[in-house]
């Protein structure tokens, strides 16, 4: 493994479960010794990425990547313009929104709101969204080429729940299915109990730039529930598409 995968093998540990790690909690998550994570911690410390709390001695993210990510947001606004659509749909289905990117292995969250009322879904943006048992994977792989979709299919698939697909053949199937009604729609396949709506929208690429999705309970999920909720989902992706692309 080179030094940089290394490197970002360490970073991955950290999420809104595990704000600050020690250096031996690391070492083991990451698959490394402690010698060689000490040494990348040293290297990330230098340049803010990396931070050690003086009254625990854990480490925690640094600094150095909000730099990074004001750069990011004032050269592709994406995260601005998404979190705006998105607090448009909660305020429109009083249900839990959330808009997401591709990365290699799944769908990252840039932006999300959940309605201000009881039983409703709570998204973890730090969580990694599987391509095969979202909605919002799905949407986006079902939009996507023939090339992206077999890549994705030749990943490890795990079965996260009892609902998973993780047949490639059945995984083809349900993204045909998908293209052709224009949206993906999961029950159960990520976390029990939650059913997922999702589109794809696109910026200037054949191929998604992302996806705008609902959860809901399963139980709210029905199919005149899911009729009302459509026609909504669609509207967000045309307003998102129009603040992304002037068009």
Same mark, same amino acid.
């Given at each position: 493994?080179?030094?940089?995968?290394?490197?970002?093998?360490?970073?991955?540990?950290?999420?809104?479960?595990?704000?600050?790690?020690?250096?031996?909690?690391?070492?083991?998550?990451?698959?490394?010794?402690?010698?060689?994570?000490?040494?990348?911690?040293?290297?990330?410390?230098?340049?803010?990425?990396?931070?050690?709390?003086?009254?625990?001695?854990?480490?925690?993210?640094?600094?150095?990547?909000?730099?990074?990510?004001?750069?990011?947001?004032?050269?592709?606004?994406?995260?601005?313009?998404?979190?705006?659509?998105?607090?448009?749909?909660?305020?429109?289905?009083?249900?839990?929104?959330?808009?997401?990117?591709?990365?290699?292995?799944?769908?990252?969250?840039?932006?999300?709101?959940?309605?201000?009322?009881?039983?409703?879904?709570?998204?973890?943006?730090?969580?990694?969204?599987?391509?095969?048992?979202?909605?919002?994977?799905?949407?986006?792989?079902?939009?996507?080429? $023939?090339?992206?979709?077999?890549?994705? =299919? &030749?990943?490890? %698939? +795990?079965?996260?729940? *009892?609902? /998973?697909?993780? !047949? $490639?053949?059945?995984?083809?199937?349900? =993204? &045909?299915?998908? %293209? +052709?009604?224009?949206? *993906?729609? /999961?029950?159960? !396949?990520?976390?029990?109990?939650?059913?997922? =709506? &999702?589109?794809?929208?696109?910026?200037?690429?054949?191929?998604?730039?992302?996806?705008?999705?609902?959860?809901?309970?399963?139980?709210?999920?029905?199919?005149?529930?899911?009729?009302?909720?459509?026609?909504?989902?669609?509207?967000?992706?045309?307003?998102?598409?129009?603040?992304?692309?002037?068009?």
């Amino acid at each position: 493994m080179k030094t940089v995968d290394k490197a970002l093998a360490v970073l991955d540990q950290f999420s809104l479960e595990h704000t600050e790690l020690g250096l031996s909690e690391l070492a083991r998550m990451a698959g490394l010794d402690k010698a060689a994570t000490r040494r990348l911690l040293l290297a990330l410390a230098r340049h803010g990425f990396i931070e050690q709390v003086a009254q625990t001695r854990k480490y925690r993210l640094g600094q150095g990547f909000l730099r990074l990510a004001r750069i990011r947001e004032a050269t592709v606004p994406l995260a601005r313009a998404a979190q705006e659509v998105t607090d448009w749909l909660v305020e429109q289905t009083a249900e839990t929104a959330h808009v997401s990117i591709p990365g290699r292995m799944g769908m990252t969250t840039v932006a999300h709101r959940m309605p201000n009322r009881g039983h409703v879904v709570n998204v973890d943006p730090a969580e990694l969204l599987p391509f095969h048992a979202t909605a919002s994977g799905l949407a986006w792989l079902a939009f996507s080429g $023939p090339q992206t979709v077999e890549a994705v =299919l &030749a990943q490890p %698939r +795990a079965k996260i729940t *009892a609902a /998973t697909v993780t !047949s $490639p053949a059945e995984l083809r199937s349900m =993204l &045909a299915r998908f %293209r +052709a009604q224009g949206y *993906a729609q /999961t029950r159960d !396949s990520f976390e029990a109990g939650v059913s997922s =709506l &999702a589109m794809p929208f696109f910026r200037d690429a054949p191929e998604p730039a992302g996806t705008i999705a609902l959860a809901l309970p399963t139980g709210d999920l029905t199919e005149s529930r899911r009729d009302a909720l459509l026609p909504l989902l669609r509207e967000a992706v045309a307003r998102l598409q129009s603040a992304l692309t002037g068009l």
